[in-house]
């Protein structure tokens, strides 16, 4: 009976994350064509705050409940889980050209978290300094995204100056707002049901948290990004899908661990396995998913086949830890 019980919770998490990822992406997609912001932006922003919500109270809950492996490992699991899985999804589906200026700073940002964060790795702790340092990159990472909506807006989200656009309606905006909001409700709490039932049903198997927490839990949280970026691909928005998964990244590595260990009241340490594995893995997919693309101005499928072999490989390894 209990078994039955979670397989289903399993199962309404999935439904739940799918209907919301696809309000979701609807949603931020009109948002983006009626304000003018680009989609790349809302994708980093809007969108990938309400995906990372998952992992964020995930980490912080298990923080507080002194499952420090497991928000730790959730944090860089998720953002493995991200490029070695989900955006070398959306590269094999989606190569092309890119706008270099569009991807660098946000690669740049991204990298130097997971910079930060393997660094914490050697000295076995996240403390005061590293926190700040990622909280930095977060605050510029903001700005930025800012600064480039405004400027958008500025020339009406196409680079001719005074272009004009239709006001859109009121009952227009209440329905999408209203789409948005049950989008990112229906993908929260099904990742919340998904993550729960997941890691019960691991529990009885007797894996160990840190597993528990850069597989299960870091796939099941990063399961609104990939639905999120499923659904992109189907509706032909690899800007959105992208930008999605890089903003994402950011968020996880630079306020995930700084707030964990601020609800823990204490610095957040290490262990040696995730820092032997974990860390310096989370920097090569971000490495192998960025920097060939910041060098040739596009995505290439094999870059999005290297990002799986090199994910299945780091799954290999964990799992025989």
Aim: with cysteine; charged share 15%; glycine share 10%.
């Amino acid at each position: 009976m209990e078994l039955a019980v979670m397989l289903a919770v399993f199962l309404a998490g999935i439904i739940l994350i799918v209907k919301g990822g696809d309000f979701f992406v609807d949603a931020a997609s009109w948002i983006a064509e009626i304000s003018g912001i680009p989609k790349l932006v809302v994708g980093a922003t809007i969108v990938s705050l309400a995906t990372t919500l998952p992992e964020l109270l995930v980490s912080m809950l298990a923080a507080v409940q002194g499952k420090v492996d497991m928000a730790v490992g959730n944090a860089v699991g998720s953002v493995t889980a991200n490029l070695g899985l989900i955006m070398a999804i959306s590269v094999v589906c989606m190569p092309g050209v890119i706008r270099r200026g569009d991807y660098l700073l946000k690669s740049l940002l991204m990298l130097s978290a997971a910079g930060v964060v393997v660094a914490g790795g050697f000295r076995g702790e996240i403390g005061g300094g590293l926190s700040v340092m990622l909280l930095v990159i977060f605050a510029v990472f903001l700005v930025e995204n800012l600064h480039s909506a405004r400027r958008s807006m500025r020339l009406g989200g196409t680079g001719e100056v005074g272009l004009l656009r239709a006001p859109p309606r009121r009952k227009d905006v209440a329905f999408q707002c209203a789409k948005f909001a049950a989008g990112a409700a229906g993908v929260v709490l099904g990742a919340d049901l998904l993550v729960d039932s997941a890691s019960a049903l691991a529990r009885l198997a007797g894996v160990s948290e840190r597993i528990i927490g850069v597989t299960i839990v870091a796939v099941g949280t990063s399961l609104p990004e990939l639905v999120t970026t499923v659904t992109a691909i189907v509706k032909k928005q690899s800007a959105l899908s992208v930008g999605n998964i890089l903003g994402a990244n950011i968020l996880d590595l630079t306020l995930i661990m700084p707030l964990s260990a601020l609800v823990a009241g204490k610095t957040l340490p290490i262990s040696a396995a995730s820092a032997r594995l974990d860390l310096p893995a989370c920097l090569l997919v971000g490495a192998v998913a960025v920097i060939p693309a910041m060098v040739t101005a596009r995505f290439r499928r094999w870059q999005g086949f290297a990002l799986l072999g090199i994910y299945a490989a780091y799954l290999f390894l964990t799992c025989g830890a």
